[in-house]
């Protein structure tokens, strides 16, 4: 089982990143597939996750900002993250879960400099 993450970077307040998470070794279209950010001295957040038929949810933070697709042909997820603040600054990891089963990514690390 593996999910990979990718496509964080260094970005400036108000830019654009696409973050995308890999999956293999678990039947994706079953799972609901989650994003998670943690800042540096902070928990571990939610910030958005979809369903398996497709249902989003967000946090407040992000609504209107982030947007979060899933590709079940290419086991992937999407989020894409808009007028990104400084305040987004964090890891971001992408989680799989169906029922007790869970699985997580090993994160990508995004940077918006003011």
């Known amino acids: 089982v593996q999910l990979q993450a990718s496509g964080g970077g260094l970005v400036q307040a108000g830019g654009s990143l696409r973050l995308s998470c890999v999956a293999s070794?678990?039947?994706?279209?079953?799972?609901?597939i989650g994003w998670f950010h943690q800042a540096p001295g902070k928990r571990r957040e939610g910030i958005s996750c979809?369903?398996?038929?497709?249902?989003?949810d967000y946090i407040d933070s992000v609504k209107g900002r982030f947007t979060i697709a899933r590709d079940n042909a290419k086991s992937t997820v999407y989020l894409q993250m808009n007028s990104l603040k400084p305040e987004d600054t964090a890891v971001y990891y992408c989680?799989?879960?169906?029922?007790?089963?869970?699985?997580w990514g090993q994160g990508t690390l995004v940077t918006v400099s003011s």
């Open positions: 979809i369903s398996r038929t497709g249902g989003t």
């Open positions: 070794g678990f039947s994706f279209d079953e799972y609901e």
């Open positions: 989680n799989a879960n169906y029922y007790r089963l869970d699985y």
